[in-house]
Structures are given as C-alpha cells and as structure tokens.
C-alpha cells in the first residue's frame, strides 16, 4: 500500500519535475558550454578553448570577484548583527508588536528596489535631503555620503534585511525557553547564554539568513551602481558588461560560471552542516 | 533533619494580573531534608518553585537562603538548581557535554570536568559509554538521570525538581522514586521535590506540604498527613477515604448527620471531643474498616449493603451502600477477603485508634 502510495506519488510529481529540472539545468548548461568557446563567438558550435578563463585570472576580474565577496561577507556580518536584537525580540519577547514589524519589513518589499535605492540617493547626496537641510539650516557643509565602499555595503544590508530577519526570527522561536531557564539555572550569564545555547539552537535559521543575504549580495548590482557610482565594480556589473557593450558572451559565461561554483559549494556546505527539517518543517529527528 | 532552615520564606506573593497564583507563603525549608511540595494543577506549586529558583520573579516577599536575602538574586547567582519537568537537556550537547555544562561555565579544566562527570554518570548508574551518547539517543529514564547527574554537578545547596517523573511509564517511575530517595540520603543535600501525586510523595518525602490555591493547607510529615489530615481536602487528595459529616451531642459522644452512625461508648477520649452542635468530618481510611460478623463490637458502625467488589491485585475493595445512598469504601488483602456476597446486607465496623476527626478550620 506504502509501496503504490509512493510510485502514484512519483508518478504524479514526473511532469512538473521535468519542467523545473529542465528549464533550471538547461540555461545552466548554454552557459557552462558557451564559457569554453573562444572568445566573442555567438554559437555554441566552435571548438572549444579555456581562453576566457585565462582572461578572468590575467585581466583583474578576480578583483572585481573580490569586492563582491568582501562587501557581501562584511554586509551579511553586519545584517547578523543588527537582525539579532530584532529577531530575539520578535521571536521571544514582542508577541503582538512582532507581526506589525513583520508587516512593515514586507511592507518594504512592495517597491523595487531600485526605486527604492534611488530614494537613498536623493537623501545621500550633495545638495539631498540631508546635506541641503544640514546647508540650510546652518551653512555647514559637506560632500555628501555617496560613491564610496561603506555605502555600498549600507546599501547591501539596507536591501537584503528581510533575508536575514526572517529566517533569524523562525531559529531563534525553535530555541526551547526551558532550555534558557535550565542554562541561567545552571550558572550561564546572558552571554553565555546566548553563545552555548541560542546560538547553536538556532542555527538553521541563522546559516538560511546569511546564505540567503550573502548570496543575493554577491550577486548583486544595482547598489554599486546607483549608490557607490563607479567606486569599485561588482563581479555582476562586469557579467553584465561582457554580455552587453563587450559583446563577449564566452567571457560573461564563463564569469557566471565561476560567481554559480563559489556560491553554490558555499551553500552546499551550509546547508549541509544544519538540520534543515528544523526550520521548514518543525520535524525532530 | 537540623533545626536551622537553609531556606526561608516570609509572606511570598504572586499575582499575574488578576490572579493570585501565591498568596502570604511562609516556609521554613531544613537543611538536608526531602521535602515534597503536593497539590492539584493550578495549586501554584510550579510557581512556587520558579520563584525558588529565581526563574520567576516574585511580586512580594522575603526569601533567605540561610543569612542571605535572595529574592532580588538573578537564576544564573543563586546555589540552587532545578530539574524541569521537560528535562530541559541541551539536544545539540551529547550526555557528558550536558553534565558538564555547568562547570565549563566555571571555566573548570577538561580534565577535572570529566572525572566529575565520570563520577556522577556512575553515581546514577549510567555507563560510562554514555558520555559520548547525543541526548535524542537516551530513553525516557536515560534522559532523567542525565538531567538529574547535570544538576548534581551543579553542586546545588538546594535541589528542586519541577514533576520531573510525570512523564515516565508507572514502573520506570516507581524505580526512579526510590533512587531519588536513596541518591537523597548519598549526598545529604536539600531536595525540594514538586509533584501533583501524593503517592509519589509519601515513598520520597521527609516532609509533605500540601498546597491549595497559592497556600499550603499542611506541612507535616508523611505518616502526620496520612493519619491526621487537618481538612477534607487534605484527605481527600490522599486518595480514598471514607468522610462523615459530625456533631456533637449532648452526652459527649458524636452522632452521624448523614450517614447513620452508631456510636458504641460514650467515652471516645479527648481526640474525638466535640462541643455540642458543633459539626465536623469523622474520617477513617478504608483499610481500618472491619466486617463485623454477628454480636461483634466496634466503636463506630455503620450498616449497609454490599454493592461491589473490586479485585485491586495484593488487595480487594468493597462497596457498601449505607442506608441513605452514600457509599463507603472497605479495603483488605487478598487473603483475608470478605466471605460475604455482594447484595449481603452487612455491618462495617471501625475502633477510635483508626478514626481522625477533622475540626473546623
């Protein structure tokens, strides 16, 4: 009975299952094959060569690698950091307050994002919101907060805060409060606490939050772009680049293939390290 | 059991709003004593304890543990621990990590650590190999003498437990009862135990305080509260008893105001005294009423009809209907079963030795 339940289930995920394995796997595959063509060829149909992966380690695009790297790692710590607070309070404390603070945070969501950030550049910049109030008030002032790499990371952690809040809210509630009380019973002050209980308790919640905040950061463009102009270029505006004005498709391939192979075993690795049933699904092993 | 308390409290409160969970508690707690803390759900015993242990906070009050004012003292500063009734284990630390999680606080050195821990999973009849064991791989049992050795490490002046058997199968339970008992003895410390079973209490406890909302109707020991309950209450949560509202009478003897009593002398001595008019509750437990076979005599008696007989394993309970409709309760072991059938009209019988009379409170 178990048996046929199972296969009519099978049977009956086979269709929609094909469609998602195919139309994610297969624009994957395009990429992964242009990325060995040579360069500046539009088909798939040339022999293939690794010139564009040579050009990537001689022409300064791991820097650009890096700066995403950097700036989501640094944004991802600093969203840890402040979502926290918010999400213990959320979790544990707030009750009510914690579902109108869910409602504002998605709320946010509504706006894109670009719109949005183009708001903090109207508040930013010389002669915005800030600095002309500042100039009008007291005839101070300055040159404004844009174009550099602490706003771009500003902006980072501005756009991908639900990424972490939420995911850090649904670990921290599965933190059994006795568990709390027994560690403070035992001796623990509040750090302690925090370190040999909450922070290995909610886990899953806390490595879903950075994943999702790291990766969406790594991949990201628009804040370098619109907040930190040309200050430093992200590995996706020079994806972007290769396959708009450098009419380079091989070599926005093969850049795409290496930003989907650092992301991907680092997901990998971090959701393998936790138990994710925890959080999904409230499942106990 | 010394006179001097370890623990203290004078006229400790609770109100959650409205509700008033604890109300004017004072209790002396001795050092080295088992004392078990027995009430029904919403008593406010768990309150109680959380508030011992400094998980709660309390709204008014006084507690000393000995010379020391402690009621301001945050959990995580006070000697004291507690078993909770979940166990409260940490499942991402295996069993050894768990009993030494209170002495990594105090930064201990792993060594000395896990002797201790060697020590105490001996102590509580755990092997050894259990120290590397994740707590979801522990049974029920496992799981209790591993809260239970955590606790110990603790090193507690005091030690509470929150119902920490509730949720044990009867026999586990009836084991881990006379462990507590016996682990009390080995280390000579203070256990303050909370349970809704007064069953459980009487095998543990040195001392029993039974607990009606938010204030202790008695504190005394075992045998005190079994033989002489001080209210209708208390008796009744001992389990089956049979109760007889009273009164005195005019030639100094008491007389039934529902069920028909009989009451053979005059001179029930001074315990069974009882002012003219004045009501109260004549208790005697089952196991003390005999079957009175033709001219016997008993002080107290009782008619009726035998309505049911109940196998209960060493013993067999009976039934019997008084004349009015009330019931009573007669107990006796397996071989000195009644002989009579059920239908009988009988005559129950019982001696002043084996009746209590609750007064008015």
Redesign the interface.
Same mark, same amino acid.
């Given at each position: 009975m178990e048996r046929q339940d199972q296969r009519i289930g099978l049977l009956s995920a086979a269709p929609i299952g094909m469609v998602l394995f195919i139309s994610f796997l297969a624009p994957m595959l395009v990429i992964a094959i242009f990325s060995i063509m040579p360069q500046k060829v539009f088909s798939l149909l040339n022999l293939p060569d690794f010139s564009s992966y040579k050009l990537i380690f001689t022409q300064g695009y791991i820097k650009s690698l890096l700066w995403s790297f950097g700036m989501a790692m640094a944004s991802t710590l600093i969203l840890f950091v402040v979502c926290w607070p918010l999400a213990f309070g959320m979790a544990k404390v707030f009750k009510g307050f914690g579902l109108f603070i869910t409602i504002a945070v998605v709320v946010t969501l509504f706006v894109s994002e670009n719109i949005r950030l183009f708001g903090w550049v109207l508040t930013l910049m010389k002669g915005g919101l800030i600095e002309g109030h500042l100039r009008a008030w007291t005839g101070l002032t300055f040159e404004g907060a844009l174009y550099n790499v602490p706003v771009i990371v500003f902006g980072l952690v501005y756009a991908y805060f639900p990424f972490m809040l939420f995911p850090l809210v649904q670990g921290i509630a599965t933190v /059994?409060d006795?568990?709390r009380?027994? $560690? $403070?019973?035992?001796?623990?002050?509040r750090w302690?606490i925090f370190y040999?209980?909450d922070l /290995?308790?909610s886990a899953p919640g806390i490595v879903i939050g950075s994943l999702l905040s790291f990766v969406l950061a790594a991949g990201a463009m628009a804040e370098s772009k619109l907040l930190g102009g040309q200050t430093v270029i992200v590995i996706a505006d020079e994806i972007e680049t290769a396959f708009t004005y450098g009419q380079n498709w091989p070599l926005g391939s093969a850049l795409s293939i290496i930003l989907i192979l650092i992301i991907g075993s680092l997901s990998i690795f971090g959701i393998n390290r936790v138990n994710l049933d925890l959080i999904m699904g409230g499942r106990?092993? | 059991m010394r006179s001097e308390p370890i623990l203290r409290l004078e006229g400790v409160s609770k109100v959650f709003g409205e509700f008033t969970a604890l109300d004017q508690i004072d209790l002396d707690i001795h050092e080295g004593e088992f004392l078990t803390i027995v009430g029904p759900s919403g008593s406010g015993k768990t309150t109680l304890i959380r508030i011992l242990v400094g998980i709660e906070e309390l709204s008014k009050g006084k507690i000393w543990l000995r010379d020391a004012r402690i009621e301001k003292l945050p959990a995580n500063l006070r000697p004291t621990c507690m078993v909770f009734q979940s166990l409260a284990l940490f499942p991402h630390k295996s069993v050894g990590e768990n009993i030494e999680f209170p002495l990594k606080l105090r930064r201990q050195n792993p060594l000395d650590r896990k002797a201790r821990a060697d020590e105490l999973l001996d102590l509580l009849h755990l092997p050894q190999s259990f120290y590397d064991k994740r707590i979801h791989e522990c049974s029920g049992g496992e799981r209790q003498r591993v809260a239970l050795a955590r606790a110990l490490a603790f090193d507690p002046e005091i030690l509470f437990f929150d119902e920490p058997l509730s949720a044990l199968d009867f026999r586990l339970r009836k084991n881990l009862e006379k462990e507590l008992k016996d682990l009390h003895q080995r280390t000579g410390k203070t256990f303050v135990y909370i349970t809704h079973s007064l069953e459980e209490a009487m095998v543990m406890s040195d001392r029993i305080a039974i607990m009606r909302s938010g204030r202790f109707e008695q504190i005394a020991v075992a045998d005190e509260i079994y033989a002489r309950p001080v209210s209708r209450f208390v008796a009744e949560f001992m389990g089956e008893v049979n109760l007889f509202s009273v009164e005195g009478t005019a030639s100094g003897t008491l007389v039934g105001t529902e069920v028909d009593i009989r009451v053979a002398s005059a001179d029930l001595g001074s315990g069974m005294n009882l002012a003219v008019g004045v009501s109260a509750t004549l208790m005697v437990r089952p196991e003390a009423v005999q079957f009175l076979s033709g001219d016997d005599d008993a002080d107290f008696m009782v008619e009726g009809l035998l309505k049911a007989e109940y196998a209960l394993g060493s013993r067999t309970q009976y039934k019997v209907e008084a004349d009015n409709g009330d019931e009573l309760a007669v107990e006796k072991l397996r071989e000195d079963r009644f002989s009579g059938q059920v239908g009988d009209r009988v005559r129950l019988g019982w001696n002043v030795e084996h009746a209590h009379l609750i007064r008015p409170g």
């Open positions: /059994p006795d568990a009380q027994a $560690a $403070a019973d035992l001796g623990a002050s302690q040999e209980v /290995p308790l106990r092993s | -």
